[in-house]
Every structure is written in C-alpha cells, then in structure tokens.
C-alpha cells in the first residue's frame, strides 16, 4: 500500500540558509501534519493542514512556514537555520470524517536535517 | 490540551518473555484515539496499535494488546512472545481532530 513520501530523506544546510521538505500524502487522504524530533526527544508538534487550509498549530517558529497545494502535497519552508533546527521532521497524513476524530495518523520515513 | 506521560524511561525483556509499557494521558477532548507507535534505530515511525476512546473492548494486534482503563486515563501496551526486532523506543500518543500528542517514550531492548 502506498505510504506517506517525503522527500528529502537527508539534508545538510549551513546556519542562515533556507530548506523546503515535502510530504506527498497517501492517496485520497486529505490533512497533513508536520512535527519535528530532535535528538532524544519525542515528535513535537508543529502545524497542520485539512483540505489546504491551516487546521492547527504548534510549537512551529516564525521563521518556518508551510502550506498544502491542491494535490494535497505539502512543503515546509524553513528559513534563517540555526544549529538548534537539526532533527528529524515528520510528516504524517490522515483521512479526516465528519463524526469521530482522524483516522490514525500515517507517517513518513521523516527528512533528517543537519545544520552545520 | 494533551499531555501523555510515559514513566518508564528504558525497559528490559527476554526473548519469548511477555512485558507491558505503561502509559497515562490526559485530555480535554471528548473524541478521542490513543496510540502505540514503534520507532526502531532506522528511526522510522509505525503504528503499533489504536484504541478508539469510545469503545471499551481493549484493542490487539497479534501480539501487541493494550489495557485501557478510561476512568483512570491509563493505556498500558502489553507485548506478548518478545522477538528481537521489537527492540526500539515506544511511543504512547494521544490524538483527535487536531495533533497527536506523544509521550516521552520507553526505549525497549529485547534481550536474546
């Protein structure tokens, strides 16, 4: 069964630069998440999108921004880097029904991002 | 607001053997899923296991069971006939419409 893509899998920028990952959502579903791991920790929450809309957010900075197009796909853009932006970055896709909450959310392999 | 709070910072099991993950969450959401995933070395993330907060049957997967105790906000996960390649951190999570919360995780080696 297709899974959640992003691309991405590694990524090396220096401080002060800008990155783009991409999540591509399994098929049909229609909410996008975004959480950031870093080394030792658990996934923090950072936004999300239902039907290319904002739906929530998280501990995400100013200087990150995301949006989700009209096949579904999204991009998180990140600028400025610092150090302290090396983690792993999630994304996960789920299928949202009117009557109970998301289906479980599926994650992708996540983008390991380096800051040197 | 979630919070999921995972007390067992690493546990030990022997092959075979049968141990249980604790978990206790809290939540103001009325609708809600609580969630096992497994995160390996490769670091990937997979679903272990889902409970729907509205049913009371506890949820199994082959080996993998969890004991939900609604009242008490608590979601052990019990792994049953340990194997080598369970070893890896286990994430509780508690989620509903909107994010999904986790835990801090239990970071769980199979012993051969």
């Known amino acids: 069964a297709a899974g959640v893509i992003q691309s991405p899998r590694h990524l090396i920028k220096e401080k002060r630069e800008t990155a783009t990952l991409k999540c591509y959502p399994i098929p049909r579903h229609d909410t996008v998440y975004w959480y950031q791991q870093g080394p030792g920790q658990d996934p923090q929450f950072l936004i999300s999108?239902?039907?290319?809309?904002?739906?929530d957010k998280g501990s995400i900075p100013d200087r990150f921004s995301a949006q989700q197009f009209s096949d579904y796909h999204s991009e998180l853009n990140m600028s400025s880097l610092e150090l302290g932006d090396s983690a792993l970055y999630f994304c996960?896709?789920?299928?949202?029904?009117?009557?109970?909450?998301?289906?479980?959310?599926?994650f992708g392999d996540g983008t390991r991002l380096s800051i040197l | 607001a979630q919070t999921v709070t995972q007390s067992q910072p690493e546990m030990s099991v022997q092959e075979a053997e049968t141990v249980t993950l604790s978990c206790t969450y809290d939540?103001?959401?009325?609708?809600?899923?609580l969630f096992w995933y497994k995160q390996p070395p490769s670091r990937q993330m997979i679903l272990v296991i889902r409970?729907?907060?509205?049913?009371?049957q506890n949820a199994t997967e082959n080996r993998f069971s969890v004991n939900f105790q609604k009242a008490a906000k608590s979601f052990s996960l019990k792994i049953s006939d340990s194997q080598l390649g369970d070893t890896a951190m286990y994430f509780c999570?508690?989620?509903?419409?909107?994010?999904?919360?986790f835990g801090t995780g239990t970071k769980l080696q199979v012993i051969p």
């Open positions: 939540t103001s959401e009325n609708n809600y899923y």
């Open positions: 409970q729907e907060a509205y049913k009371q």
């Open positions: 996960a896709s789920s299928l949202r029904s009117r009557n109970r909450s998301d289906q479980p959310q599926h």
């Open positions: 999570a508690s989620g509903g419409y909107q994010k999904v919360t």
């Open positions: 999108f239902y039907e290319k809309m904002q739906s």
